[in-house]
C-alpha cells in the first residue's frame, strides 16, 4: 500500500511546514532540540520509545530526562544518539526548543516537584506536550477553582495535553462512560479548563485548538492499542514543535503520521494483531521523507 495522489495533495494543502524540503546548510541545531521528562523506576522504556520516534520524525537533538537516581541507565545501546540525564539537572538546562513530559515518570514526590517546576518555569515561554503521568499529576494538582496548588498557571497556546479516554475522565472529574459518549464535548470541555491544545486518543482521535475548533483524524488501526503506542505520538509531536513547525501541524500532523504508518505496516501484513510500538518509528520516517520528496517533485 501506498499513499495516494489525493493523500499527498491533501497533506501538502494541510501542512505546508512539514513538506519543506531541508536546506543543506544546515546543523543539528536547526532541527531543534528537544527535552524528554519521564522514566520513573521500571519505567525507562517510555522516555526511550518517545525519543527514538522524536529523532526519526526529523529532530536534531533529543535529551532523555529520568525520574531516577541513580539512573538504571547510562547509555541506551540501540539508540546512542540518545542523551540521558537526571530528570532533576535536564529542567535546569536552558538548551531545549521544546519539551514532552509525562511518559513513564510516576507520580511520587520527585514527580509532583518535577510537575510543579515544569508549571512554573517552563509552561508559559516554551512548546510543551504533556502525556500519560504529567496529566495525572495535573488532575491531581488542579483544584476545584480551577487553579493549580503551586500558584495560578495557565498552559496556553503553546501547550498540548494527549489524553486517553481514562485520562481525559481524570482531567475532568467524570468517568470515562460520560466521556465516551461524548468525545467532541470532552475535547472541547478540556480546552475551556486548561486554555491550551488537547488531542483525545482514541478511535478517531479528536485534536481541539484553544479557540474549540475540533478535527477527527481518521488514519489508524487496533494495531496502535499496544504498550508505547502512545509514547510514540508525543515523541513524534514533540519532535515536530522542537523542529519549529506551528502547533496545528504538529499536533494534526503528529496524529496522522502516527496513524498512517501503522494502516501502512498493516497493509504489508505486519499486523495490527501483535505490532510493536518501536516498528511504527521506522515508518514514520519513511512516511515523512515520501512526503517532503513528492513536494519537492512538483
Known sequence: MRLTHNEKNWFRAQ??????????????GTFGTLHIIGGGVGMTGAPVLAGMAALKSGCGKVILGFNQEPLELSLVATAPELMLHQAKDLMNEKSASA??????????????GLMASLLREISAYQPLLIDADGLNLLSEMWNIDGEINCGEIGLGAQS???????????????????????????????????GCWVVLK????????????????????????????????????????????????????????HGKAADLLVAKGVGPIGLTAHEIIDEVRTLRNRLVLSSSLL
Open 15 to 28: 501542512f505546508p511546514a512539514l513538506v519543506q524540503p531541508r536546506p543543506e546548510e544546515s546543523h543539528k
Open 99 to 112: 519539551w514532552v513530559f509525562g511518559c513513564g515518570l510516576g507520580i511520587d514526590h520527585s514527580a509532583q
Open 160 to 194: 498540548v495535553l494527549t489524553p486517553h479516554p481514562k485520562e481525559a475522565a481524570r482531567l475532568l472529574g467524570v468517568s470515562v462512560t460520560e466521556v465516551q459518549a461524548d468525545r467532541e464535548g470532552a475535547a472541547k470541555r478540556l480546552v475551556e479548563k486548561f
Open 202 to 257: 482514541g478511535h478517531h482521535t479528536l485534536i481541539a485548538a484553544p479557540d474549540q475548533t475540533l478535527w477527527c483524524n481518521k488514519t489508524g488501526n487496533s494495531g496502535l492499542a499496544t504498550a508505547g503506542s502512545g509514547d510514540l505520538l508525543s515523541g513524534i509531536i514533540g519532535s515536530l514543535l522542537a523542529q519549529n513547525i506551528p502547533m496545528m501541524e504538529a499536533a494534526r500532523g503528529g496524529v496522522w503520521l
